[in-house]
């Protein structure tokens, strides 16, 4: 961390002075394409304004909302004859229809899982990285050493790259394969016992409402705590789980953007993974499980659901 | 059918009780019914959609055991009898039945279970939990049977609560409506109509009382008022019909009064202008019959004694000239022609010697009997007037009575008010001395009542009665400011009353009996023969001052029967010439044979000189012309009784 702050700082000390003067001289446009514009993606499309609106820049924001555009295909027409500087796309939807069209613009992502490489795309992911998170699961559950997951085949690679962190970290990581989504209770039945706590990943192959809900019942039934995907697993029956700040991460974006129009290379800023992490604790379901969250933990947590 | 007003009230409440109630009972039945039908549909539906809903993922992935749990729990539920899981080819997933198996379900409701999948464009979807579009799918169906015994059960618990309560509420505001209705409008009305009933016949004491201040008590005061005022206007409407029954009778009475009255003043009048004629032909008559008489004197006295048949002739003519001018007498005592000298007199004095009069002379089988006020009040009359009136009455009496009956004589006084002014014209008010004399006789009709003091008026034969005795008595009590009331009844008897105005004055002491010529008493006992009573009467009281004892005959048989008695006694016999019955001769002759020495003294009207001579001859020792004086009378016995 501190050597990342420090790395951004020397950064800002070697651009900002060129980046401010280039910008004073003329006004940027910036075009931003958004799926919808509510919940988490409105959340960073607001911070992603507030960013700006703290810069001496002269900006110019064009809003894409593709919900509401009659015809998606005549948006990147519209950006090209606006003059478009720089393309930000929050959520995948978004971003994969402009790395797909846009070839000549920068274009920086938001709100996706799984970054997207190119020589002209660059963003901020939502996933943050699997030692980070084993770092925190370590310290809400010190006893923690067998780590259950349910895979399907689109994220064995996924759980390749877990099970390193997990063996670097001295963990076991207990992985199942689920072929079919029927099956899910036939293998959570499976590894429930063997278990001290779920890991969930983002399938959406495996998780559906039914299985989550399933899953939470099982998991106060069975007295396994769940890592749970985002707040709102959180507030269903997941034990614990670990977000980025969506606001922050629309600010992160910004952040890019503003190097890049300051004329940094787009394929030297690598995607970033969230600089902010929210945690979220759930301190009814810990009672229930029988488990006890280190007062340390959990004066570091974001939001506490108590009695 | 009459029916009375209590009961078509209480069927009229009982109606409108009983339908209102009845059709609310009948409404909240079907409310509690729908109600509760309503609220085990909605339980059941909610418990299916529940079931559809939870085994949403169960179904999803043929999770039979889950199913099973999930079934199995809802059976536990009231009601519930049957459920059963099903995917979407129908083959069944899980099944449960409460208690015993094979008991059907009344009714069932089934339901789809529904997944509604997510599309999710990325995984990161699942991390921001915002699905773009939801796919719905049926994926199977759940069924819950229920049974209704719970729900029948309920409705009839609701329905035998809501008749009770429909009962109660039939039955006690009926209850109350009719006990209030009974208490403050029947009985009232019983108690008007009974009241009004008792109007109706008449009773008009009747009041109602009812201590309500309602219209029923203002009814109830409004009817007493009523009969109040009726009350009123029909006892005055009594007092009016009394007055006018008063009014009619007074009326009638008085119009009686007025006509007795006029009948009264006509017969006074009658009386007032016979009087004033019969006066006035007497007064003559008695001068022609003295006339007559004289004549007839004097031609005899010019005959010779030779000439016997003209003797007889004149006698003859003498005797019915000295008959009328007795009958012209009366007729002028009748007209009260006479002046008599006015003494004051004790009437009880002159009754008791009628009575010892009537005691010899009557009928042995009529009783006399006699009521004497001892102090009788003084009237001022002439006694031998007084002596005579009354005398004419009992005469009437005795002759009215034949052998038999009783005849009372009264006396007293008497106060007459002004109410007595209707018994008599004369009658006037006063201290009066009353003399009743009654007989049990045979009475008097009509027709004689109405003549019965005019002179000559008789129903005896002719020869028997002239008509004048009571005509006489008439004139008489009338001279003395008296009258006389009559009462009889045929058959029964009659009854006078002789008024006659009492005076304040006393009694007078009897004069000392005038120095007598004491050569004209005597001792001894002398019977007096006559058939008229005033004779009779005269004569004892004379002879009695006399020192003589008299003893009375009215006729010739009984002068003979007393005779043969007292012979002894008997020292001279005083005979009347003329008698009904017997004469004078004949009874001389019967007295003769018994005892030859008799001594007889022969009283005749008329001057007989061949007679007299022919009767001394056959014994007579004297004769006596009537009328003779007393002094004559005393002189003659005298001089008969000291000749031996
Ligand atoms: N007490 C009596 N009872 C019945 N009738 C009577 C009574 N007194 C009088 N009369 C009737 O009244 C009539 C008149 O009486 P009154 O004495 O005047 O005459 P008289 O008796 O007939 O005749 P006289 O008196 O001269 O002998 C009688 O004839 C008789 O009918
Ligand atoms: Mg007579």
């Known amino acids: 961390m501190n050597y990342l702050k420090r790395y951004f700082l020397v950064l800002l000390l070697l ?3 060129t980046a401010f003067l280039w910008a004073k001289q003329r006004e940027m446009t910036i075009s931003v394409i958004l799926p919808y514009k509510s919940g988490p993606y409105n959340l960073a499309l607001e911070g992603f304004k507030k960013f700006w609106a703290e810069q001496e820049v002269n900006i110019r924001l064009l809003e894409h909302n593709l919900a509401k555009e009659p015809m998606p295909e005549l948006v990147f027409k519209e950006i090209e004859d606006k003059k478009t500087d720089i393309v930000l796309t929050i959520g995948s939807k978004a971003t994969h229809f402009a790395n797909k069209d846009i070839k000549n613009i920068p274009v920086v992502f938001s709100m996706i899982l799984t970054p997207v490489t190119g020589t002209n795309i660059t963003g901020v992911s939502l996933n943050i990285p699997s030692s980070i998170k084993i770092n925190y699961l370590k310290k809400i559950l010190p006893n923690a050493k067998r780590i259950g ?43 429930s016992p063997q278990i001290d706590c779920f890991w969930m990943i983002p399938d959406s192959e495996i998780f ?100 | ?40 549909d909605e339980r059941i539906i909610s418990l299916t959609n529940g079931l559809a809903y939870n085994s949403e993922y169960y179904v999803l992935t043929e999770n039979k055991e889950e199913l099973a749990r999930l079934a199995n729990k809802l059976t536990e539920e009231k009601d519930i009898v049957y459920v059963s899981i099903r995917n979407q080819e129908g083959s069944l997933l899980a099944e449960a039945l409460k208690g015993k198996a094979g008991k059907e379900p009344d009714e069932k409701f089934t339901r789809k279970v529904l997944n509604y999948q997510p599309e999710y464009k990325g995984d990161e979807e699942l991390i921001l ?125 008085a119009y009686e009064k007025l006509k007795e009255t006029q009948t009264q003043l006509i017969q006074a009048d009658k009386m007032s202008a016979i009087g004033t004629l019969a006066g006035g032909i007497a007064h003559d008559f008695n001068n022609l019959l003295f006339v007559i008489l004289g004549n007839a004197s004097l031609l005899k006295s010019d005959l010779p004694a030779s000439e016997k048949s003209q003797h007889n002739l004149l006698d003859n003519i003498a005797i019915s000239a000295t008959y009328g001018s007795e009958l012209t007498k009366n007729l002028l005592a009748f007209a009260r022609r006479e002046k008599y000298t006015l003494d004051i007199m004790d009437v009880n004095q002159v009754i008791k010697e009628i009575v010892n009069l009537l005691s010899h002379t009557v009928e042995k089988m009529i009783s006399i009997e006699t009521h004497l006020a001892p102090a009788l009040a003084t009237v001022k009359a002439n006694a031998a007037q007084i002596h005579q009136a009354i005398l004419n009455i009992c005469i009437n009496a005795k002759e009215a009575m034949a052998r038999k009956g009783k005849l009372t004589i009264e006396t007293k006084n008497i106060t007459l008010d002004e109410s007595y002014k209707n018994t008599h014209i004369d009658a006037r008010p006063g201290e009066f ?71 304040k004055e006393k009694l007078k002491p009897k004069p000392a009996v005038k120095k007598q010529d004491l050569s004209l008493e005597g001792t001894e006992t002398i019977m007096l023969v006559d058939d008229n009573l005033n004779i009779l009467s005269m004569g004892k009281t ?52 018994i005892d030859p020495e008799i001594k007889v003294l022969i009283a005749s009207g008329y001057s007989l000189d061949s007679q007299e001579k022919d009767l001394l001859q056959k014994g007579a020792k004297g004769f006596l012309l009537k009328p003779f004086s007393m002094q004559v009378l005393l002189e003659t016995v005298k001089k008969i009784l000291t000749k031996t």
């Open chain 1, 149 to 191: 997951v349910l895979y399907s085949s689109k994220t064995e690679e996924k759980i390749k790259e877990l099970s390193f962190a997990c063996a670097k970290m001295k963990l076991q990581l207990i992985a199942e394969k689920v072929e079919s989504a029927k099956d899910f209770p036939t293998h959570l039945k499976k590894i």
């Open chain 2, 433 to 503: 001395v009353m003399i009743l004399i009654s007989d049990t006789g045979i009475g008097m009709d009509e027709k004689t009542l109405h003549h019965l003091f005019e002179p000559f008026f008789t129903t005896k034969e002719t020869g028997k009665g002239t008509g004048l005795g009571l005509s006489v008595s008439y004139g008489i009590v009338k001279s003395f400011k008296g009258f006389i009331n009559v009462y009889s009844e045929k058959n029964k008897g009659t009854c006078f009353k002789i008024y006659i105005p009492a005076s």
């Open chain 1, 15 to 17: 651009f900002g002075l």
């Open chain 1, 208 to 307: 559906s409402p039914q299985a989550v809900k399933h899953l939470l019942i099982e998991s106060i039934r069975n007295k396994f705590p769940v890592m749970g995907l985002s707040y709102s697993y959180v507030k269903a029956g997941a034990l614990f789980s670990l977000d980025g700040d969506y606001e922050d991460l629309g600010e992160q974006a910004g952040m890019l953007i503003l190097r890049i129009l300051s004329g940094e290379k787009v394929s030297r800023l690598p995607p970033e993974p969230p600089r902010k992490i929210n945690l979220f604790l759930n301190q009814i379901v810990a009672e229930k499980i029988g488990i006890e969250i280190p007062a340390k933990v959990i004066q570091e947590a974001t939001s506490v659901i108590k009695k």
């Open chain 2, 129 to 253: 939990a915002s699905p773009q579009q939801l796919r719905k799918k049926v994926i199977g169906h759940v069924s819950i049977g229920f049974s209704l015994a719970s729900f029948k059960k309920k409705t009839l618990e609701v329905k035998k609560t809501i008749l009770w309560l429909l009962v109660l509420t039939i039955i006690l505001p009926t209850i109350i409506i009719v006990s209030l209705m009974n208490r403050w409008i029947i009985a009232p009305i019983k108690k008007l109509v009974l009241a009004t009933k008792k109007v109706a016949q008449g009773d008009l004491d009747v009041t109602v009382s009812l201590r309500t201040k309602d219209e029923m008590g203002i009814l109830a005061d409004s009817f007493n008022e009523m009969v109040h005022q009726l009350q009123k206007s029909y006892q005055a409407l009594q007092e009016t019909r009394n007055n006018l029954e008063t009014r009619a009778t007074e009326l009638s009475k």
């Open chain 2, 1 to 40: 059918m009459k029916l009375n007003i209590t009961t078509k009230i209480v069927f009229i409440i009982f109606i409108v009780i009983f339908s209102f109630s009845g059709f609310l009972g009948w409404y909240f039945i079907r409310h509690e019914r729908n109600a509760l039908r309503v609220e085990l």
């Open chain 2, 542 to 593: 004379f002879l009695e001052r006399y020192g003589y004892r008299v003893i009375l005959a009215a006729n010739g048989e009984k002068a003979a029967e007393i005779y043969q008695q007292k012979k002894d006694a008997i020292d001279l016999v005083i005979l009347d010439f003329i008698m009904p019955g017997w004469s004078g001769q004949e009874t001389l002759e019967e007295l003769k044979k």
